[in-house]
C-alpha cells in the first residue's frame, strides 16, 4: 500500500481563514490496511465528519465518526456487522515542533501546512471495536455473562449408604 491511501485524508491548514470549518471523509478498508495487516475486524468503512475551529494559538478538531465493521462472535463464531459512533476531540497547539502532549492534545510545527487526520481516524474507529464480541442474538438483556453453572442444595444429595458409614467414622 502506498502514501497515496492517506493523501484524501489531508487538510490543508496553511490557506485556512482563523474561523470554523467542517470536512468529511469516507473512509474503507484500505485505511486500515495501510496501518495493520493484522486487524480482525473486516470490511471496516464509514464517515467522518470534522468540525474544525483554527486560531491564531491553535486547532481545535472535533470528530464525528459513524460507521460499520465487520466482527465474529467470540461465542457462536458467526459473523456480524456492527455500527460504530463516536466522538472525539483534538486540540493542536502550534509549537516549534511535533509532539503528542497527551490523548487529546497534541503540539505541530507553526510552518505545517497540511495536517493528515487518517491516523486519527483509523485509532478512534479502532478503540471503538469491542474487546469481547458478541452476536446480537446471543444478547441477554438482563445479564450477558449468565453462563455460569451452579449447583443447588438439591443436587448435592449423599448417598444413603454414605451416611452409614460416616455415623460409623464418629
Known amino acids: 500500500m502506498s502514501k497515496k491511501i492517506l ?3 489531508d487538510i490543508k491548514i496553511q490557506s485556512l481563514s482563523n474561523n470554523k470549518h467542517e470536512f468529511s471523509f469516507d473512509f474503507d478498508q484500505s485505511l486500515f490496511d495501510f496501518f495493520s495487516k493484522n486487524l480482525d475486524s ?9 468540525e474544525f475551529i483554527k486560531n491564531d494559538l491553535m486547532l481545535n478538531l472535533l470528530f464525528h465518526i459513524e460507521g460499520k465493521t ?18 472525539n476531540k483534538l486540540l493542536f497547539k502550534f509549537s516549534d515542533h511535533d509532539e503528542e502532549l497527551s490523548d487529546e ?16 481516524i483509523y485509532e478512534f474507529f479502532i478503540l471503538k ?15 450477558i455473562d449468565n453462563f455460569v453453572y451452579s449447583t ?3 443436587e448435592q444429595r449423599i448417598d444413603p449408604r454414605l451416611e452409614l458409614l460416616k455415623k460409623l467414622k464418629k
Open 70 to 87: 465487520k466482527l465474529i462472535c467470540d461465542r457462536s463464531l458467526k459473523e456480524f456487522d456492527y455500527l460504530i459512533k463516536t466522538q
Open 105 to 120: 492534545m497534541l503540539t505541530i510545527n507553526h510552518n505545517k501546512s497540511i495536517l493528515n487526520v487518517g491516523k486519527f
Open 129 to 143: 471495536i469491542p474487546i469481547k464480541r458478541l452476536h446480537p442474538s446471543l444478547k441477554n438483556e438482563d445479564n
Open 42 to 50: 473486516k470490511k471496516n468503512s464509514g464517515t467522518c465528519r470534522i
Open 152 to 154: 443447588t442444595k438439591n
Open 7 to 9: 493523501k484524501q485524508f
